[in-house]
């Protein structure tokens, strides 16, 4: 029996999720001595690099770029062997981090943490484990990723299809031969075009069943040698000095100068080259009008069109696979490697749902409007509940029982995504409306997680046990990101950025969720650091706390 009905905690922290922010956020606090450990639904640690076993899965940041920062000996001894590396490799690094840093024995897998509830009383968080344990801790961080929660169509008879079903974030963990099947994929996000990138020579038949098409870019990966990651090892400060100031966290620098000054010729010039260097540049590096300036963002969108148009020989098909509904970059871009080669290739077909929609699924494949396909595998590259789809799957309840879900049903709102006013001593050094979903994923967590280490050993060295944001501040923070979107042409696309998920119940189309902080890492840090330097303005300690209950309730009487 644990102690969970005294008011000293079973531990001063709980971690919730052993992914990349929750393996760095166990090793800050297990530096400091904290008593914590880390509870982690799945069994194994690592997120989304344990999860997503999909044929083709790997970053899209450069991998040298990807690794933790805050060792100097790891990072000497990683040699990464790919510019971009693949899911078992980036996998084997989360694990020797752990290793490494004796982390393990903070760690509790197969632990579905189910509710999280705040006991003012006892000024106290109670967690719910799927193993019917309670625990309680004074501060829980929410390190719950911001793509966790896969979602599948919303379609009749998928139960009835006899052959096998699954989605990408489930692909079997064994290894599975598709080599005589019949293959569809449904959908043609980031994640769908890795694997039919990957499959497309591999499998017997592939069916792709396309609802709108994505803009997407050459990845250009290449091999690493020892020799090169020897020059890599000596450029370490300068990289992560350069990541730290560019808006996505990457070495890719944004060109500054205006779209229109440049003359078109010079700007093809540099598009060509860019598309055909490794990465994200010809996204991030690129005229920042793309992001923000209809007039600029068509004529580049129709440089990549004929890009697409080169690549794909037959031409009815290049154009189904030319967005009409959105410009280039407005949606987070996929890179790709052989992707639309694939449709050159006479087993590979597109179906374009825009013409007739899946209607069901049938005991042996998949129905649209006006057709049946046979398949012998269907597998669903249909997205996920972005960033508050974890939080909405655990029951978590802050002051007066308010459920999170309820408040954050019509409207996202957080402090810096990382507070969230009425739900004291909760973290998210990731959170909604943080930097971290539109950042080079690390970059962005080490930030989020130093500040909120900064800000616990604050509350610790002043004696507080109770930390909460205000109202004001929090709607201070939430009003400026939602202003952030006001600029981009980002808000118009239907896209996880802006909360858009067709198989989730109030996310369809029509409204935007602002999920995401659109300012850029250095703007996002100086508004952290801009809180920290004012001594967490904005903020209630248990000493004003308790004065503020005081004055409440004598103004009751
Ligand atoms: P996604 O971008 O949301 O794409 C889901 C796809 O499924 C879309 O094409 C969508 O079509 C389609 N779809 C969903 N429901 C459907 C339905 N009922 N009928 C037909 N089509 C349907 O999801 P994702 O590809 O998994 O990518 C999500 C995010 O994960 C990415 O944006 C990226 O941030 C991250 N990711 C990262 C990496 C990496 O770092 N290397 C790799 C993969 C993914 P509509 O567009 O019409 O809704």
Redesign the pocket.
Known sequence: MNNSDTTSPDYEVIVIGAGVAGIYQIKRLADLGVHATVLEADSGLGGTWYN?RYPG?????ESYTYGYSFSKELLEEWYWKEA?SGQPENLRYLNHVVDKFDLRQYMQFNCRVDAAHWNEEKTLWRLSVCDGRVLTCRFVIMALG??SIP?L???EGMSDFKGRSFH?FDWPHKPLDLSDKKVGI?????????VIGEIADKVGDLTV????P?WCAPLNNYEINDAEMDRIHSRYDDIFEICLRTPGGFEHEPDRRGFFEVPREERVAMWDQLYDEPGFGIWLQNFREIFTDEDANAEFSEYIADRIRKRVTDPETAEKLIPRDHGFGV??V??ETNYLEAYNQTNVHLVD?SDA??DRVTETGLRTTDAEYDLDVIIY????D?MTGAHDRIDIRGVNGQKLRDKWRDRISTCLGVFIHGYPNLMMPNGPQSGSASTNYPRGIETGVNWCMDFLEHAWAHGHNRIEVTAPEEERWTKHVEQMYEVMLMRKA???FTG????VEGHEEGTIRYLVYNGGMPKYRKALNDVADAGYKGFIFSGDHKATVDAASASVA
């Open positions: 997503n899965a790997r970053f899209d940041s971009f911001l793509l979602t169509p919303r379609l990408t449904i959908g043609t996000g980031a994640t769908a075009i890795q069943f396309q609802r709108r994505n949606q987070r996929p890179l749902l929609p899946l590259a249909t997205g996920f972005a239907k896209s996880w858009y998920n067709s198989n």
